[in-house]
Nanobody, 118 residues
Framework: QVQLVESGGGLVQPGGSLRLSCAAS????????MGWYRQAPGKQREWVAT??????????TYEDSLKDRFTISRDDAKNTVYLQMNSLKPDDTAIYYC?????????WGQGTQVTVSS
């Protein structure tokens, strides 16, 4: 069973940066598609970014309003996906969840809290 463990969340001031990590375990297979969602207090979970391993490259897609500040990347050797978040705003405060597309049900992490506040 695939397990995802996020890390890197915390408290940061507006304008600051954080780098989230999500490490997958429990599989010897390469996970082609991984990504991030987030859920702010009192709001629905929203998609943030996805990265897909293609034949010879990777493809990253972003929620439009975030693509100028967030960057998703992956290290296949570690089965880990990252989310670099820059110029953070109070509206970015949320629990950030990692996901992995699998042949069966998708796997989800437990979430990591990001709080942007002065």
């Amino acid at each position: 069973q695939v397990q995802l463990v996020e890390s890197g969340g915390g408290l940061v001031q507006p304008g600051g940066s954080l780098r989230l990590s999500c490490a997958a375990s429990g599989t010897d297979s390469r996970i082609l598609t991984m990504g991030w969602y987030r859920q702010a207090p009192g709001k629905q979970r929203e998609w943030v970014a996805t990265i897909t391993r293609g034949y010879s490259t990777t493809y990253a897609t972003y929620e439009d309003s975030l693509k100028d500040r967030f960057t998703i990347s992956r290290d296949d050797a570690k089965n880990t996906v990252y989310l670099q978040m820059n110029s953070l705003k109070p509206d970015d405060t949320a629990i950030y969840y990692c996901f992995a597309n699998l042949p069966g049900p998708d796997a989800w992490g437990q979430g990591t809290q990001v709080t942007v506040s002065s």
